[in-house]
T-cell receptor, first 110, second 115 residues
Framework: AQRVTQPEKLLSVFKGAPVELKCNYS??????LFWYVQYSRQRLQLLLR?????SIKGFTADLNKGETSFHLKKPFAQEEDSAMYYC????????????WGAGTKLIIKP | DTGVSQDPRHKITKRGQNVTFRCDPI?????LYWYRQTLGQGPEFLTY????????KSRLLSDRFSAERPKGSFSTLEIQRTEQGDSAMYLC?????????????FGPGTRLTVL
């Protein structure tokens, strides 16, 4: 079964501390993984995709096929990073539907 | 605003009533998706259109739910005989096949409350 698991509902760290938001997936094939972010009172928006291997707003995520993980990391958290973060998967044989994790609320304390 | 728009933003209805939501995608986007999101959960896929064709429909979508995209532009999602369990945020997203990026752009959502 296709599934995305975000084990932490809430993560609270101090400003300047490293952040790691965990995402594990279950998929029998080669998926495409995404991180979406939702800031307070804003709509969901794409943060980054594993295919592009880019760093956005200081965040990076590496697809680890052995561990079936796609953790989101940032070395130094900033207060503006506070938001809901969702990990999502798209199977390459699907019609582009996304399967989502339940989300992690990240709070950056001053 | 050239982003995805949804109407209404909030809807309160009584159990058993029918409701219809509208989604206007980004104009050049040919793909359109509907998702449902309940409290504490991520979005849950409901259905997908490529142009006017409904190509995929979740098994979670009961026969009380129907979606259309008659001219390949805006889409409507209708829920008949609403139940309290239908209370949720209904999200619409669109993407472009041309870019090959498959980034889905989301609307602000319609929050449905069934009393």
């Amino acid at each position: 079964a296709q599934r995305v698991t975000q084990p932490e509902k809430l993560l609270s760290v101090f400003k300047g501390a490293p952040v790691e938001l965990k995402c594990n997936y279950s998929y029998s094939g080669s998926p495409e993984l995404f991180w979406y972010v939702q800031y307070s009172r804003q709509r969901l928006q794409l943060l980054l995709r594993h295919i592009s291997r880019e760093s956005i707003k200081g965040f990076t995520a590496d697809l680890n096929k052995g561990e079936t993980s796609f953790h989101l990391k940032k070395p130094f958290a900033q207060e503006e990073d506070s938001a809901m973060y969702y990990c999502a998967l798209r199977g390459r044989d699907s019609n582009y539907q996304l399967i989502w994790g339940a989300g992690t609320k990240l709070i950056i304390k001053p | 605003d050239t982003g995805v728009s949804q109407d209404p933003r909030h809807k309160i209805t009584k159990r058993g009533q029918n409701v219809t939501f509208r989604c206007d995608p980004i104009s050049e986007h040919n793909r359109l998706y509907w998702y449902r999101q309940t409290l504490g959960q991520g979005p849950e896929f409901l259905t997908y259109f490529q142009n006017e064709a409904q190509l995929e429909k979740s098994r979670l979508l009961s026969d009380r739910f129907s979606a259309e995209r008659p001219k390949g532009s805006f889409s409507t999602l209708e829920i008949q005989r609403t139940e309290q369990g239908d209370s949720a945020m209904y999200l619409c997203a669109s993407s472009s096949q041309k870019t090959g990026v498959n980034e889905q752009f989301f609307g602000p959502g319609t929050r449905l409350t069934v009393l």
